[in-house]
């Protein structure tokens, strides 16, 4: 699963969303790392809407403007818990082998 899509699920894990608020989310969630423009937002929202990820909450007038609420569908759901078991065992094993590994010392070659 890419980036976006990891941070765009997480956004929406414990409540629906609308764009505006996705993007703070996303921002929120990687410290500030990652800045979701406004086309990047709304394509990877159509395409997460076409995979069946996402669903439409609600749709709304606000101040003249349409707003769009955004929802984890089950299968979203599954899908970014599935993902986070697989980041946990990439940790688990990273942390493993970093606790292991002995430093090596510029300049030597073994």
Known sequence: MQEPTLLLLTALADAPRHGYALIQEVAAISDGRVRMRTGTLYGALDRLLGQGLI?????????????????????????LSAETERLRAVVVEAERRLSTARPRLRGVTA
């Open 55 to 79: 669903e439409v909450a609600s749709d709304e007038v606000v101040d003249g403007r349409a707003r769009r609420t955004y929802a984890l569908t089950d299968g979203g759901r599954a899908a």
